[in-house]
């Protein structure tokens, strides 16, 4: 098992740009979600989904796009890329059912020239 | 809505220190809770849970009661080492989305 794998790693994109983090699980996971981490504000939530084709927002979606087209992928795009969005994204997948607890990506460190 | 609060570090320990990380939280309902540590350069692992009230979760020398009454679920560890020195974070999960809501994260370094 691979378990959540995110790619690329490290991404350095000019302002305006867009592009796609990828996120991909092999667990057969139904609910996913990405998250930034920025220093001293923790993980915030950005989007997540509770199955293929549903989606919806967390605490901090402006300037991004998800979907769900499969169980498998979570792909999050950035549509025109602002400096205030460079940040370390993590996607994360879980059962359904209290208590499943999440599995974490190991993240993809973006920075916005 | 659902939230957590942590205490604010950084925690500095001597090695075989007892450490508290303090953590409560706001949730209709009953929620799940966890704790995730996020070694230096790395994601994140589940550290421990618990699901229910006066459960308590434990790895590693790690445990946590999950405090209904008090709405808490502080983190202990009797004797830490310097492998433990990581971020260390609570969370939660409830409700039928299931989102993981976080705390901001407690810096733990043990000195030698």
């Known amino acids: 098992n691979a378990g959540v794998t995110q790619t690329p790693k490290f991404q350095v994109l000019k302002t305006g740009q867009s592009m796609t983090l990828q996120c991909a699980q092999d667990?057969?996971?139904?609910?996913m979600s990405w998250y930034r981490q920025d220093p001293g504000m923790g993980l915030r939530l950005i989007h997540y989904?509770?199955?293929?084709?549903?989606?919806d927002q967390g605490e901090v979606p402006n300037g991004y796009n998800v979907s769900r087209s499969t169980t498998e992928d979570f792909p999050l795009r950035l549509l025109s890329a602002a400096p205030s969005q460079t940040s370390v994204y993590f996607c994360?997948?879980?059962?359904?059912?209290?208590?499943?607890?999440?599995?974490f990506g190991s993240g993809t460190r973006l920075t916005v020239v | 809505g659902n939230s957590v609060t942590q205490m604010e570090g950084p925690v500095t320990l001597s090695e075989e220190a007892f450490l508290t990380i303090n953590c409560t939280y706001t949730?209709?309902?009953?929620?799940?809770l966890f704790w995730y540590v996020q070694y230096p350069g790395e994601g994140l692992q589940l550290l421990l849970k618990?699901?229910?009230?006066?459960d308590k979760g434990s790895n590693k020398g790690f445990e946590a009661t999950y405090r209904k009454e008090t709405t808490s679920f502080h983190l202990e560890k009797g004797s830490v080492q310097v492998s433990d020195s990581a971020v260390y974070f609570c969370?939660?999960?409830?409700?039928?989305?299931?989102?993981?809501?976080f705390g901001t994260g407690t810096l733990l370094a043990v000195q030698p």
């Open positions: 994360a997948s879980s059962f359904s059912g209290t208590g499943a607890g999440y599995t």
């Open positions: 667990m057969n996971h139904e609910y």
């Open positions: 989904s509770v199955g293929a084709g549903i989606t």
């Open positions: 949730a209709t309902g009953y929620p799940s």
């Open positions: 618990a699901t229910k009230a006066d």
């Open positions: 969370a939660l999960t409830g409700g039928a989305t299931n989102k993981l809501i």
